[in-house]
C-alpha cells in the first residue's frame, strides 16, 4: 500500500509539475442547495413537531475546479461541506436517553469532500476526504423519490428511541437498529476508478477512519435498455481493522426505471461485525411510478440482528415528490418503523415529514 | 430464494443486460440535483472560467519565441 500511496504522491507532483510549467483551461463551478423539512414524529407515548434539515439530501455548498495538467491529463479539487441544523438523523423526543431533543443548536460546517484528483484514459485517482469506492453501493435508486425517502432510512428519524408499553424510553433507536449498512461513507482515502467499460466501473480504495485501516472495493454499473428503460446497479465490500478482527460488510442495490414510468429498486447487505460476534443483515425494497414532474414510490426494509441477536426492526414508507421546476422540488413522506424484540414490547414510531430542496 | 442470493443474480443480470446497454452516467438522487440552478440559471452553477486558452497560447509564442532566438548565432 506504501508503493501506491508513493505513486499517487508522484503523479500529485507531475501534474502540479505540468500546471507550473504550462498554462492550463481553468474551470470552477460552484453550486449548493438548502433542504429544510418540517417533521412530525409520534412515539406512542408522545408527539411533536421539528424543524429540520433533511440529511437525506442535506443543505450544503459545493467547489468543483479542474484543469487540463497537460495533454490528456486534467488534475482537479472537489471540496463539498453541509451545513445543517436540527440535523434530521438527529433530532429526538426530549428527555430521550441520548440525543439533542428538538434542536442541534448552532449549525456548524461539516466536512462532505476535500480532495483532489487526476483523471486520464486511464481512469481516476482520487486522493483526500472522499466517498470510499463503495460508499453509496446500497444506495442505486431511480424512482427520483430519493430526497424523501431511499435506503437509508435512518436519514430521518433515526435518532428517535422506541419506547416499551409502559411509555419508558428504550436504548434502541430507529438507526440502531435498522442501518442500511451502506460500507464505510466518506473519509481519507486514495481511490482508483477504472474508465468506464459497456456502462461498467470498478473502484477500490484504501483510507483511514477513526485510526482504523479501512479498505473497499465495488463494481458500478449505469445503462439506458432503450425501451426497456433505464438500470443501474453496484455490488460493494468494505473491509475495517478493529480491536476484534475485521468488520466486513458485503451488498448492493439494483434499480430499474421503466420508459413507462414504473421502477423497482432492491437493496442488501450483511455485515460480519466481529465487535458484536454476529452478522447484520439490511434488505430494502422500494416500487415506484414517475410521470411528468410527480414522483410516487412505497418502500420495505428489514435491519435484522443490529442492535441485538433477534432484533427485527421493520419500516415502511410512502413518499412523494413533486418537482415544478427543475431546481425545485416539494416533498412528502410518511412512514413507520417497527421493532420486534425478545422479551419485550415496543411501540412503533410514525413519521409525517414535508419539506423542499431548492438548489441554487 | 434466500434474499441474500437475489442480488448476485439480479447483478448477473445487469451483466448480460450490459451487453446490449447504452453506458448512462448515474446520478444519486441524494447528491446536489443536475440542471438549471434557482439563481445559477442553466449552467446549474456559478461557473468561472480563466482567460487560460488565450494565456496559453501567448506562452506557446513565448516559447517559440525563445526557441528561435535560441537557433539565432550569438553576435
Redesign the interface.
Known sequence: MHRSKGAVVLATGAALMALGT????????????VNRALMAVDDGAKSDTFFVDND??ST?I?F?GA?DASPGLKAGVLFEVEFQGNDSNLVNMPGSPTGPGRSTGSPTFGERHTAVFLEAGWGRVTLGQTDGAAN?AV???L?????AH?A?NTDIAGGFHFRDNAGAFTSATIAGTSSQQDFESRYDVVRYDTP?F???KLAGSFGTKANSDVKELA????????A?G????A?GFSQRGVAAGDDEIV????SWLHASGFNAT???T?RDDPTAGRDK?F?YLKLGYKLGKHAFSVDFGRGEDQAAAGDEADFFGIGYVYTP?????FYALVKQHQLDRSGASLQDINVAMIGT???? | MR??H???I??LG??L??????????R??????E??????GA????????G??A??S??EEFIRWRAEKARQPQR
Open positions: 504550462s498554462a492550463a483551461a481553468l474551470e470552477t463551478k460552484i453550486s449548493g442547495q437525506n439530501s450544503r459545493r468543483v484543469a453509496g444506495e442505486v435508486d424512482s427520483g423519490t430519493s430526497v431511499y437509508g468506464l459497456g456502462g461498467f463494481l458500478w454499473y449505469s445503462g439506458n435498455l432503450g426497456a433505464g438500470l443501474a446497479g455490488l451488498g448492493g442495490s439494483i432492491l437493496g442488501l450483511d443483515q434488505s421546476v427543475a431546481w425545485a422540488e430542496r431548492l438548489k441554487f | 434474499p441474500r437475489a442480488l448476485p439480479a447483478l445487469v451483466a443486460a450490459g451487453c446490449s446497454a447504452v453506458p448512462v452516467a448515474y444519486s438522487g441524494t447528491e446536489i440535483p440542471g438549471p440552478g434557482m439563481f445559477s449552467e446549474g452553477a456559478f461557473v468561472f472560467r480563466s487560460a486558452r494565456a496559453s501567448e506562452y
